[in-house]
């Protein structure tokens, strides 16, 4: 065989007395099982031909293999499986090197580890990725790795998952040299220099190591407190723990707490978080022709508006920031300048782009400012009345074609668009707050948004590099809706019984980074009191208000962190529960004859999480998202919601819609009114389908 073709995707070619293997499996050349069976095909053949001395694996297009083929993960697994693959690698007569270029990640990084040397692509980078999908290295990874660069590099790079430059591996020994040069002459040249002798090879298994096993101990504990729900981290170390033990005994261990973490719901979570932030954008309305844009326009100085400018700036995009008077236009100037300045201390840009970003500013007091921008974001404060007011002007400002965004976060964009003579131009594009870190962007879509407008508004959310979620109009678009929804069941809960940091602590039991009332006075309790005074009028009369008590918190002037006081009190140290809250509960209850009752903490995350599943339901039901997997990356990128959930839809998968319908239909008992089985969990329930079916279409 001295050139060949073995499966599909990997092809060898003889040249002289070397032989070339090339993976070819595009996009990312993951190790699905076609290349699997094609290395081995060739790995065989080659060590059956007369007259080959050495091999160089190497891989066509962007990048060198970026792992295994998470799409395989929780099917059955197909021989030959990755880490056999590997040890027939290893254990090949002929000498094997890797050319790795682009992104050499898990599965690829650990074909390098078992070659008999590794060469890199200069400007490539390696890593160790598993950790951030629910699983370890699980193809030799947790033995090579410290074998070649010891176990301290071996735990970073595998309990971070970040991408190492291919120097940084090369200065720790996981890799021999790095040089300049396309993959395909580079694996030529080193497969000659093999034979020369110039480049050494050894086998990677035969190095032994020692491991200070109560060092590990004290890493355990300080991953466990990092990251208290993940089983994964854990069982990484447990891997490398087995390093220093004969490889084929330390690889029989990590291939146990391998397949432990793929029988994982949180493995199922995180894939589906992976996959889901890929597919949000992977719609028709994303695609297609697009508007030029290269100058902005943000309109109001307020955190948002900032936030949004620095976002901008960020992006390399120039920022005109408009205010009405200088005072808060100084005031948006100077929250810029401290967000670009965090950016540069937490290493996210150089002091000189900082300072060119900062030129790129242009702070103005007239609308007319605006006359040549090619989009505009109006960040005013919610009221439509403003909003009609600057949309009429911006009308008769802007230059034809300029996209026109709102970030309005509840209001109907339609009436937004209609106070101009060209509604085509106009969407919403909600950002949430702090601006310019967090990555969601809700992209709403009006009655008569053009498609190349709304394409625009996925165009900017990937310059800006956020996760863009089509969303339809209505009162809070997806996110907000929803939280409107669950945010009621947390205020029953405190009414009916619970306290506020038992129903904290119980949902950060469940995940969350934050409880509802931490996130509240983290916010400001202010926001949600003009949200229900706004909501007032219009409240329908059967629902039970929930309000009561973060009303008279606020009527206090405790508008949590920011006032020092509100759900808890912060006064240096860790937040402690106000004990005039507890009063102020204890009044309500008793003014509406409410005797409380004792809800354990599973009760509590049942209810919350029922509450927040059956309007995200009726969100899909009614299309306000496209998909249900929009709905979970809304929640994994906008709402701290645990990723290794999955988000909110794909928790309530693990659930099943009959589980669901009979929790809310138990609750219904108690209040008709709120809990209501929406149409489609009966549906799901009825035909035994799921919300990962709708996502299929
Ligand atoms: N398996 C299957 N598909 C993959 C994949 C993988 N490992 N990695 C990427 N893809 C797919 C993406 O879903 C996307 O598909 P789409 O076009 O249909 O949406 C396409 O490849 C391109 O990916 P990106 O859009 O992410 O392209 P980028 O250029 O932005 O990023 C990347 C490329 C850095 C390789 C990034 O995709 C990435 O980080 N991939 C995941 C790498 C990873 O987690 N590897 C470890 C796998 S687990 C493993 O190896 C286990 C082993 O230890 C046994």
């Known amino acids: ?27 990312v050349n993951a190790s699905g099982h076609a290349v699997r069976v094609g290395l081995v095909g060739a790995i065989e053949a080659l060590n059956a031909e007369a007259g080959v001395k050495a091999i160089a694996i190497w891989c066509a297009g962007r990048t060198f293999m970026a792992g295994a083929d998470i799409r ?22 002929i000498p094997v090197v890797a050319v790795m270029h682009g992104t050499a990640l898990g599965g690829g990084f650990e074909l390098g580890l078992a ?50 430059s291919v120097e940084e591996a090369q200065a720790a020994g996981a890799i021999d040299r790095v040089v300049e040069g396309n993959p395909r002459d580079v694996a030529l040249s080193m497969a000659q220099e093999v034979v020369a002798g110039t480049l050494p090879t050894r086998r990677t298994s035969e190095i032994s190591i020692e491991i200070d096993h109560t060092a590990l101990d004290g890493i355990r504990a300080a991953t466990q407190k ?17 390093a220093d033990q ?67 700036l960020l992006a390399g995009l120039p920022v005109t920031l408009v205010e009405v008077a200088q005072e808060g236009l100084d005031r948006g100037v100077a929250t810029i300048t401290k967000n670009l300045e965090g950016a540069v201390s937490r290493g996210k840009m150089s002091e000189a782009k900082k300072e060119a970003a900062l030129a790129s500013l242009s702070p103005a007091l007239e609308l007319d400012a605006l006359a040549d921008v090619d989009l505009v974001i109006e960040a005013v404060f919610e009221d439509m009345g403003v909003k009609r007011e600057i949309f009429g002007k911006l009308d008769a400002i802007c230059k034809p074609d300029a996209v026109l965004a709102s970030n309005t976060s509840y209001l109907d964009v339609n009436e937004i668009a209609e106070s101009t003579s060209r509604p085509g131009d106009v969407l919403g594009l909600h950002f949430f707050s702090p601006a310019h870190v967090m990555r969601l962007l809700e992209i709403v879509q009006g009655k008569q948004t053009a498609p190349d407008v709304l394409a625009t508004g996925f165009a900017l959310a990937k310059r800006l590099r956020k996760v863009g979620v089509l969303a339809q109009v209505c009162d809070g678009f ?29 949902l ?19 926001i949600g009191w003009m949200t229900r005074k706004r909501k007032a009028a219009t409240r329908d009369p059967a629902e039970r208000y929930a309000g009561q008590i973060p009303d008279r918190i606020c009527e206090n002037g405790w508008f949590g962190r920011k006032t020092g006081k509100g759900y808890y009190l912060y006064e240096g140290g ?49 299309g306000t998202a496209k998909r249900p997997l929009d709905v979970d990356m809304v929640f994994l990128f906008g709402y701290g919601f645990p990723r290794f959930r999955g988000g909110p839809l794909h928790y309530a998968d693990t659930l099943g819609a009959a589980e669901l319908v009979a929790r809310i239909e138990r609750y219904a008992e108690e209040d008709p009114h709120y809990w209501q089985v929406p149409d489609i969990l009966h549906r799901m329930a009825a035909d035994g389908t799921s919300f990962a079916d709708l996502n299929k279409g």
């Open 574 to 622: 860790a937040p402690v529960p106000n004990p005039e809250v507890a009063t102020i509960i204890d009044e309500v209850r008793a003014e509406q004859g409410i005797t409380p009752k004792s809800f354990t903490d599973d009760e509590i995350v049942e209810r919350y999480m029922t509450a927040m599943i059956s309007e995200a339901a009726r969100v899909v039901e009614d």
């Open 246 to 312: 004969p490889i084929a005994e330390g690889l029989k261990v990590e291939r146990q707490c391998f397949l432990d973490c793929m029988e994982t719901p949180q493995r199922a979570g995180l894939i589906h978080a992976f996959f889901g932030e890929r597919a949000v954008s992977n719609i028709p309305e994303a695609k297609g022709e697009t508007r030029d844009i290269q100058s902005v326009g943000v309109i109001g100085g307020g955190t948002m508006g900032s936030g949004i400018a620095t976002a901008c």
């Open 72 to 93: 395989e993960f929780g099917k059955p697994s197909k021989e030959p499986v990755l880490p056999e693959v590997y040890n027939i690698l290893e254990a090949s007569e």
């Open 508 to 526: 950060e039991g469940f995940g969350f980074a934050m409880g509802p009332h931490k996130v509240g006075d983290l916010a400001g309790l202010d």
């Open 478 to 506: 997806i996110g907000n809706r929803i939280l409107a929804h669950y945010a009621l069941c947390s205020g029953y809960l405190v009414l009916d019984g619970a306290s506020p940091a038992q129903v904290d602590a119980a």
């Open 1 to 27: 065989m001295p050139d060949g073709v073995v499966g599909e995707v990997v092809t060898t070619e003889v040249v002289g007395d070397v032989a070339l293997v090339c993976i070819d499996n595009p996009p």
């Open 115 to 164: 070659a008999h040397a590794r060469v890199a692509i200069a400007g490539s980078k390696v890593g160790l990725p598993e950790v951030l999908i629910g699983l370890l290295p699980g193809a030799g990874g947790t033995q090579r790795l410290p074998r070649l660069a010891g176990v301290d590099f071996a735990l970073d790079m595998s309990l971070s998952g970040r991408q190492v």
């Open 226 to 242: 990092k990251s208290p729900h993940l089983v994964n981290p854990l069982k990484c170390i447990d891997a490398i723990a087995a």
